[in-house]
């Protein structure tokens, strides 16, 4: 009878800590009915007791399971008043310990209600006698005040009560315990600002038990993912987690889940479905008596409706100033709770005021929603403490007050920036951008107010030069990470094989296992920190300092500066003689030209097409080049060296191949990044080459670039391995590369280059230190970049320049091998001769008859660093 029972009480307690109380319950009915009936008369004293132990834990059970699926309160205490009964009729032995079951459920339920005082002191009366409970009752209860403890932000209490939990739970073999006190772990790290130690240990925690269902491990990681800026990763991740809240008893991981993804979703523009996950949210809570949480999901709530509106994306309606009022009292509810999660809702739902009712024109009413600002930003999240900077930017510009504006944003962007210096890869760095997203705009709508060109492009560098020039990426040193690259490599090159129709099944399986492997790497790429040593700052460069660079070079040289704001491109020109501003007209016009003229090159270029249809392509693409050029070109009157800084669809731009800029010098980045000093000679540069399969003229192109430089390393067929490209990367100031390329528009790291043992990934690189070196990547496609969410480019391009090259020729479009074949060996003779790549390319297409859409990516020369 008893192990029956007994049995049946320990599936019970599973399902209940596998968040599955709907099932749970029935069954620990099942188990006090069978005790109920019991006659005490007839039991031992050792039958007794677990008679006492049996009724304890199936109402304790019984309470949580009830607390979960009823969202109430009172019930449920009602029923561990009646399990306290039941420990007192147990025999003295057990009677302590069985007390302090009871107590232990009772803070988890007021843990969960919102009272966390009240829990706390349940679970310090618990904990005081560590020898008072069995081990996995000791560790539930250590989980359990530590997700209190970080209720209270007492994150270092927190911290130590996990680890406490993880070894306890470790030694009892207690995997579901200890996996969720290594996914809090990564939680308390996520609230103090260790972005990858979060992300690391909540990895760990899927690896301690990977058959975990419910989701629930998936809730904190999808919020340290938002956090670092990874919004669509987070966003599924979420949405993942939701999918699998749908039984009985899962509405307050959902609740929570839905608030974090409702975060996501306003910063992907998704305005309407983060509305309803807030108001979702904010209903649960407050129908259960939760006010802190409540108070949290109602700023979200108003927050989804003001973003629209703040990015220009909607009309400011007629109720701002009820919407700024209807934030006062959310401010006003949460005033009265504690902080939660690192947040206190009554600052956040300030914040939202202040933006309303500059919306409404009501400066004054903004300004003493800031002025009665309490103290407790110093706590709060990354995206909480930037939006505080941006509202005070806002201020200070509606009030005319520039200096203070622009020293909001500095102050904003200088958060940004400790925080990248925290990270240790190319993506996490980048992908931290999205916080800065509305301060940018901030700053850079108030530079076009001013009609000042100074203004608005130091505006414009400002978020830039944070985004893209800061961190310190850091080699990996994980061999499961090698191991996964090699084994998705391995997966392609077994998938190319493939060619009979019958064999598409598994060539799909094998490509679509190769991109798991990639994404399982990817992911262990956020774990890394940053390397003091391989940071780079870069500040800002000025209008000043631009044009006192040009007058030193006395070569007609200009900068051009694009930005969009409202969907209207702009650009601010800048020669030795002055700045001024050129209104483009809509960006869209732009873009669309960009993709008709890249269809154009792939069809030129593809020499299995009918000849009558490439001189139909040709003809359009002149069509479309002749566009652009008047489009972008023409009206910056640049008769001399260009430097184009942008963004999309600037990058995707073949400048080099426009009417007016063939056989000139133009550079392509995304931000005015400062490059060398000077010039150096071309003698005694270490240059290799290589290439890959497939391209019909890579092996004469390699040799033939090779016979321009003396001691050139030259990789042929089996020679040109991704390992030794890799080396090369490293240790060669020059590096040419004839091969075929892809740029993965979904995920830019996973860009490629095709070798002898297979692609050599974007990501592959992140952490290796590039020389100041040269690399030219003959390669169709792979000049590609995709915008992130944010505004930065990635693509092996950006991978690179960001690694330490100083220059990066590539195809922002398919390339004929033959025009690679024709042009790189001059390209490279020039090289030689000035160790001036841009003006190299310029040189090598002066006589080309095919419009080739090579591109120099590179750094101003001479602006000092």
């Not at 834990?57 to 449920?76: I, M, Q, W």
């Given at each position: 009878m008893w192990p029956e029972l007994e049995a049946e009480l320990l599936a019970a307690r599973e399902l209940n800590s596998r968040s599955r109380p709907g099932d749970a319950l029935p069954r620990f009915r099942?188990?006090?009915?069978?005790?109920?009936?019991?006659?005490?008369?007839?039991?031992?004293?050792?039958?007794?007791?677990?008679?006492?132990?049996?009724?304890?834990?199936?109402?304790?059970?019984?309470?949580?399971?009830?607390?979960?699926?009823?969202?109430?309160?009172?019930?449920?205490?009602?029923?561990?008043?009646?399990?306290?009964?039941?420990?007192?009729?147990?025999?003295?032995?057990?009677?302590?310990?069985?007390?302090?079951?009871?107590?232990?459920?009772?803070?988890?339920?007021?843990?969960?209600?919102?009272?966390?005082?009240?829990?706390?002191?349940?679970?310090?009366?618990?904990?005081?006698?560590?020898?008072?409970?069995?081990?996995?009752?000791?560790?539930?209860?250590?989980?359990?005040?530590?997700?209190?403890?970080?209720?209270?932000?007492?994150?270092?209490?927190?911290?130590?009560?996990?680890?406490?939990?993880?070894?306890?739970?470790?030694?009892?073999?207690?995997?579901?315990?200890?996996?969720?006190?290594?996914?809090?772990?990564?939680?308390?790290?996520?609230?103090?600002g260790d972005l990858p130690g979060a992300l690391q240990a909540m990895a760990a925690a899927r690896d301690v038990d990977p058959e975990r269902a419910d989701g629930l491990l998936e809730i904190g990681r999808g919020a340290v993912l938002y956090e670092a800026g990874l919004l669509e990763d987070a966003e599924r991740v979420l949405t993942q987690a939701i999918s699998r809240m749908t039984g009985p008893g899962r509405a307050p991981h959902r609740a929570e889940a839905e608030y974090f993804r409702a975060r996501c979703l306003m910063a992907l523009h998704r305005w309407d479905e983060a509305r309803a996950g807030a108001a979702f949210t904010r209903q649960y809570y407050a129908g259960i008596g939760h006010p802190q949480r409540a108070a949290i999901a109602r700023v979200a709530e108003l927050e989804a409706i003001l973003l629209p509106i703040r990015r220009g994306e909607a009309p400011v309606p007629r109720d701002a100033r009820r919407r700024a009022e209807q934030a006062l009292e959310a401010a006003e509810a949460g005033d009265e709770v504690d902080p939660l999660l690192g947040q206190h809702p009554g600052l956040s739902a300030r914040l939202v005021a202040a933006h309303w009712y500059l919306l409404a024109d009501d400066v004054v009413a903004a300004r003493a929603v800031l002025a009665n600002f309490p103290d407790g930003m110093a706590d709060a999240p990354l995206s909480t403490r930037i939006q505080q900077q941006t509202v005070l930017a806002q201020l200070a510009f509606a009030s005319g007050d520039r200096e203070a504006g622009v020293a909001a944003v500095r102050t904003g962007f200088g958060l940004l920036s400790d925080h990248s210096m925290g990270l240790g890869s190319v993506e996490s760095v980048t992908a931290a951008a999205v916080h800065g997203v509305d301060l940018q705009r901030t700053d850079v709508a108030a530079a076009v107010l001013t009609g000042r060109p100074d203004a608005l492009f130091e505006a414009v560098e400002r978020g830039r030069a944070t985004f893209a020039g800061v961190g310190g990426a850091t080699a990996p040193d994980d061999p499961a990470v090698r191991g996964l690259v090699t084994e998705a490599r391995g997966l392609v090159v077994r998938g190319r094989t493939l060619t009979q129709s019958e064999s598409a099944p598994e060539r799909a399986y094998l490509f679509e296992r190769s991109r798991r492997l990639l994404a399982t790497a990817r992911e262990r790429a956020w774990h890394r920190t940053g390397d003091d040593?391989?940071?780079?700052?870069?500040?800002?460069?000025?209008?000043?300092?631009?044009?006192?660079?040009?007058?030193?070079?006395?070569?007609?040289?200009?900068?051009?500066?694009?930005?969009?704001?409202?969907?209207?491109?702009?650009?601010?020109?800048?020669?030795?003689?002055?700045?001024?501003?050129?209104?483009?007209?809509?960006?869209?016009?732009?873009?669309?030209?960009?993709?008709?003229?890249?269809?154009?090159?792939?069809?030129?270029?593809?020499?299995?097409?009918?000849?009558?249809?490439?001189?139909?392509?040709?003809?359009?693409?002149?069509?479309?080049?002749?566009?652009?050029?008047?489009?972008?070109?023409?009206?910056?009157e640049a008769d001399g060296p260009l430097y184009v800084v942008g963004r999309d669809p600037l990058v995707g731009v073949p400048w080099t191949a426009l009417p007016s800029r063939q056989g000139r010098r133009t550079t392509m980045r995304s931000y005015v990044a400062r490059g060398r000093a000077h010039p150096r000679s071309g003698?005694?540069?270490?240059?290799?080459?290589?290439?890959?399969?497939?391209?019909?003229?890579?092996?004469?192109?390699?040799?033939?670039?090779?016979?321009?430089?003396?001691?050139?390393?030259?990789?042929?067929?089996?020679?040109?391995?991704?390992?030794?490209?890799?080396?090369?990367?490293?240790?060669?100031?020059?590096?040419?590369?004839?091969?075929?390329?892809?740029?993965?528009?979904?995920?830019?790291?996973?860009?490629?280059?095709?070798?002898?043992?297979?692609?050599?990934?974007?990501?592959?690189?992140?952490?290796?230190?590039?020389?100041?070196?040269?690399?030219?990547?003959?390669?169709?496609?792979?000049?590609?970049?995709?915008?992130?969410?944010?505004?930065?480019?990635?693509?092996?391009?950006?991978?690179?320049?960001?690694?330490?090259?100083?220059?990066?020729?590539?195809?922002?479009?398919?390339?004929?091998?033959?025009?690679?074949?024709?042009?790189?060996?001059?390209?490279?003779?020039?090289?030689?001769?000035?160790?001036?790549?841009?003006?190299?390319?310029?040189?090598?297409?002066?006589?080309?008859?095919?419009?080739?859409?090579?591109?120099?990516?590179?750094?101003?020369?001479?602006?000092?660093?």
């Open positions: 099942e188990v006090l009915d069978r005790l109920r009936v019991m006659d005490l008369a007839d039991l031992g004293p050792a039958d007794h007791e677990r008679w006492a132990e049996g009724m304890v834990r199936s109402l304790t059970g019984e309470a949580v399971a009830v607390h979960s699926v009823e969202d109430t309160l009172d019930k449920p205490l009602a029923i561990l008043d009646d399990a306290d009964a039941r420990a007192d009729t147990a025999p003295p032995q057990a009677r302590v310990r069985l007390a302090a079951v009871v107590e232990g459920t009772r803070g988890l339920l007021l843990q969960r209600s919102g009272r966390h005082l009240d829990a706390m002191a349940a679970f310090d009366r618990v904990l005081a006698d560590p020898a008072l409970l069995p081990a996995r009752d000791y560790a539930t209860a250590l989980l359990n005040r530590g997700a209190t403890a970080i209720e209270l932000g007492r994150l270092d209490a927190a911290l130590r009560d996990f680890e406490a939990c993880h070894e306890q739970a470790t030694r009892a073999d207690l995997t579901n315990v200890a996996s969720l006190a290594l996914h809090n772990t990564g939680f308390v790290r996520y609230a103090i040593d391989a940071t780079v700052e870069q500040r800002p460069a000025t209008v000043a300092e631009v044009r006192e660079l040009l007058d030193a070079r006395d070569d007609g040289a200009v900068v051009a500066n694009f930005l969009v704001l409202d969907g209207v491109l702009r650009c601010v020109r800048v020669d030795a003689h002055g700045a001024r501003t050129v209104e483009l007209g809509p960006r869209a016009d732009v873009a669309e030209r960009v993709l008709r003229a890249r269809a154009d090159l792939g069809v030129c270029a593809n020499d299995l097409v009918p000849i009558a249809l490439r001189e139909v392509a040709r003809r359009s693409l002149t069509r479309n080049l002749d566009a652009l050029d008047a489009l972008l070109a023409l009206p910056l003698v005694g540069h270490r240059l290799l080459a290589a290439h890959g399969p497939g391209v019909t003229l890579g092996a004469s192109e390699v040799r033939a670039v090779g016979e321009v430089w003396s001691g050139a390393t030259v990789l042929t067929g089996p020679a040109a391995t991704t390992a030794a490209v890799r080396e090369a990367l490293a240790t060669h100031d020059i590096v040419h590369l004839a091969t075929h390329g892809t740029h993965d528009a979904d995920n830019p790291l996973f860009a490629s280059i095709d070798l002898a043992d297979g692609p050599l990934y974007a990501h592959e690189l992140d952490g290796t230190r590039l020389p100041g070196s040269v690399v030219i990547l003959s390669a169709c496609e792979v000049g590609g970049s995709s915008q992130v969410v944010g505004g930065e480019v990635l693509g092996l391009t950006a991978v690179l320049l960001r690694l330490g090259a100083r220059a990066v020729v590539a195809a922002v479009a398919p390339l004929s091998d033959a025009v690679a074949a024709r042009v790189m060996p001059r390209f490279h003779a020039h090289l030689r001769a000035t160790d001036d790549p841009e003006a190299s390319l310029a040189a090598a297409l002066a006589g080309e008859p095919e419009p080739a859409p090579l591109v120099c990516f590179g750094s101003l020369e001479g602006l000092p660093r």
